[in-house]
């Protein structure tokens, strides 16, 4: 759950982040190649979000040494520093 990247909004940092993750999987050749071996458009953009969803997960792991989550935001924490990751839409 806490990389269920669906159920919140992601801060800037997060969308930054996101962004790279794009701009290197439109470069991936082998990505494209899979990709484009798919027949269906669904299958298509759910292997794109698996694919960004994980690769946003490990950068995060590297990152930050923990998590904690505070009045429905996700923060990463390395020492002292708190980065907001996501507001959580929590019901």
């Known amino acids: 759950m806490l990389f269920d990247f669906s159920i919140g909004e992601p801060s800037a940092l997060v969308k930054k982040m996101i962004a790279q993750i794009d701009t ?14 798919l027949q269906d458009e669904d299958d298509k953009v759910e292997l794109y979000i698996e694919e960004r969803d ?8 590297k990152q930050y040494d923990s998590f904690s989550v505070d009045n429905k935001k996700l923060y990463g924490v390395k020492g002292p520093k708190r980065d907001l990751l996501y507001e959580i839409d929590l019901i």
């Open 24 to 37: 290197d999987l439109q470069k991936n050749t082998a990505f494209i190649k899979y990709r484009d071996s």
């Open 54 to 61: 994980m690769i946003l997960s490990e950068n995060l792991l």
